[in-house]
């Protein structure tokens, strides 16, 4: 006895083939999944934008660990906060004069995307700085995503 071949059965069978061989692949996440204080830098006496001709930044205790260090940065320069405290403090060297900078903050989880998964986004409350060769720092948008919008303006 010979067998009939169906033609709808065979896009059946390769129809769920693909369906399950697409959902075994891996999305690369190309999202960006940290989120950063964005500073930018400006001139206390003008108000202009400002780049400083040399930057270091590094967590309060933690010198061997440099985020910036001594070069021209591209704005904004991208602060790092730490997700399990509600503060991270920086020291923060321009042109050759050190202040510190504290931020303080709560934290919240948001899901990015499927395929890159959670981060936390921070609210920032408040800001301390001492004075050394930062005049004053503003707060532009309190709210600390991964998205490329201006956070902070520090003056010198």
Not at 55 to 63: A, Q, R, S
Not at 102 to 113: A, E, G, I, K, Q
Not at 130 to 137: F, L, N, P, Q, R
């Amino acid at each position: 006895m010979m067998r009939r071949f169906y033609p709808g059965f065979a896009v059946i069978i390769i129809s769920g083939l693909y369906i399950l061989l697409n959902s075994c692949l891996e999305v690369a996440c190309i999202d960006e999944t940290e989120a950063y204080v964005k500073a930018s830098f400006y001139s206390y006496s003008s108000g202009e934008q400002a780049i400083p001709d040399s930057i270091t930044l590094y967590g309060i205790n933690k010198e061997e660990n440099k985020i910036y260090d001594k070069f021209k940065i591209t704005p904004p320069a991208l602060i790092p906060l730490k997700d399990s405290t509600n503060y991270s403090t920086f020291v923060i060297r321009i042109n050759g004069v050190n202040d510190t900078i504290d931020f303080r903050y709560w934290s919240y989880p948001h899901l990015v995307t499927k395929e890159c998964g959670y981060t936390f986004y921070h609210h920032l409350d408040t800001l301390y700085h001492t004075k050394h060769a930062i005049d004053s720092v503003s707060k532009i948008n309190e709210n600390i995503t991964t998205v490329n919008e201006e956070n902070i303006r520090i003056y010198y």
